[in-house]
C-alpha cells in the first residue's frame, strides 16, 4: 500500500540554522511529491511540489527515486518559518487520490 | 467563490447522533478530498470524489461514515451514530486536473 512517511513529530532549531524535514514514501509507481504548510490559525496550503523543482520562501525539496524520498530544506530557518509541514503523495496509479504524511512541527526560536 | 467552505466551523454533537458535514469546493475543480485530523495522526485520508464518482472509499474507518458528492460540486460526509474517537477536525479539499488541492477551514468535530 502507498505510504508516507515523517520521522520527526517536532523540529527545533535556532534562526539561522539550516533546516531539513524528511520525507519517505511507499510507492511502486511514478510518484508526484508535494509539500504543504499550516501556519497557526491559518489554512493548510501548497509549499511546493517535486516537479515545479521551484523554490519557495527559500525551501527546496528533491525527489530521489532510489531512497524513495523528498526531504524539505532551507539554508537559513527564519522565525516565520514556524508552522506544520505535510509532505505528500499524489498521482497514485495516475488518479487523483492524495496521501498525507503524519506531519512535522517546525519551531525556529529567535 | 473565494475558495473552499466547510460548514459548520464547529459542531458539538451527543453520542450516538448522526451529523453531516458540508463542503463547498471551488468551482469547475473536479477532484474533491475528505481527510480527518487529528492529533499526532496527521491528515487521515477518507474518501476522494472524481466528479460525482468515489473511485477510492478505503479510507473511511467503518461503514458509520459515509460521503456523496452532486452535480460535481458540493459535497457532504455523514457520520452515523458519533463516537467520541470521532472527535476531530474534519478537512475538505479541493483540486483542478494538476492534482494542487486547495484546502476549506475545516469543521471541529466534537463528540460528547
Not at chain 2, 52 to 57: E, I, Y
Amino acid at each position: 500500500a502507498q505510504r508516507v512517511t515523517q520521522p520527526e513529530k517536532l523540529l527545533s532549531v535556532f534562526k539561522g540554522a539550516p533546516v531539513e524535514l524528511k520525507c519517505n514514501y511507499s510507492y511502486s509507481g511514478s510518484p508526484e511529491l508535494f509539500w504543504y504548510v499550516q501556519y497557526s490559525r491559518q489554512r493548510l496550503q501548497l509549499l511546493l511540489r517535486h516537479i515545479s523543482r521551484e523554490s519557495i520562501k527559500g525551501f527546496t525539496a528533491d525527489l530521489n527515486k532510489g531512497e524513495t524520498s523528498f526531504h524539505l530544506k532551507k539554508p537559513f530557518a527564519q522565525e516565520e518559518d514556524s508552522a506544520m509541514y505535510y509532505c505528500a503523495l499524489g498521482g497514485i496509479y495516475n488518479t487523483d487520490k492524495l496521501i498525507f504524511g503524519t506531519g512535522t512541527r517546525l519551531q525556529v526560536f529567535p | 467563490g473565494a475558495g473552499v467552505s466547510q460548514s459548520p466551523s464547529n459542531k458539538v454533537t451527543e453520542k450516538g447522533k448522526d451529523v453531516e458535514l458540508r463542503c463547498d469546493p471551488i468551482s469547475g475543480h473536479t477532484a474533491l478530498y475528505w481527510y480527518r485530523q487529528s492529533l499526532g495522526q496527521g491528515l487521515e485520508f477518507l474518501i476522494y470524489f472524481q466528479g460525482n464518482s468515489a473511485p477510492d472509499k478505503s479510507g473511511l474507518p467503518s461503514d458509520r461514515f459515509s460521503a456523496e458528492r452532486t452535480g460535481g460540486s458540493v459535497s457532504t460526509l455523514t457520520i452515523q451514530r458519533t463516537q467520541q474517537e470521532d472527535s476531530a477536525v474534519y478537512l475538505c479539499a479541493s483540486s483542478p486536473v494538476n492534482r494542487r488541492a486547495f484546502f476549506g477551514q475545516g469543521t471541529r468535530l466534537t463528540v460528547v
